[in-house]
């Protein structure tokens, strides 16, 4: 099995960079939530955070509804434009968290160890 470098986690998933002959493959970030893993870049990553701000946006309507954080009926869009998922407002309250939470920890990893080192 090869070893990963973990980037970020929470209580729904996720995601880390796989290692490949002791280095480690930076161009995609391995991101698993529920049962559903996705290989996606930085750029993808970004798009999928697109498609989240425009499901809560869709959803508003739910605001004043007593189900709507365990009701499975939020679809949410992927980059992968055959995949959407069926998610509760918890659910997609955790998805959020990993998704900006792995764009961050990428972000300053790029600058600390990047520009940021001049």
């Not at 992927?78 to 968290?97: G, R, Y």
Request: hydrophobic residues 35%; glycine residues 4%.
């Amino acid at each position: 099995m090869q070893e990963i470098k973990q980037i970020y986690h929470n209580n729904l998933g996720t995601a880390f960079y796989w290692r490949k002959e002791n280095d480690i493959v930076l161009d995609k970030v391995q991101l698993v939530f529920r049962e559903t893993g996705f290989y996606f870049t930085k750029q993808e990553l970004q798009l999928f955070k697109r498609c989240i701000e425009d499901s809560y946006q869709q959803n508003s309507s739910c605001d004043d509804c007593e189900l709507k954080n365990k009701c499975h009926k939020f679809l949410l869009k992927t980059p992968c434009l055959q995949i959407d998922l069926a998610v509760s407002m918890d659910e997609l309250n955790a998805v959020k968290d990993l998704i900006e939470g792995t764009l961050f920890k990428i972000n300053l990893d790029e600058y600390l160890y990047g520009q940021g080192m001049n």
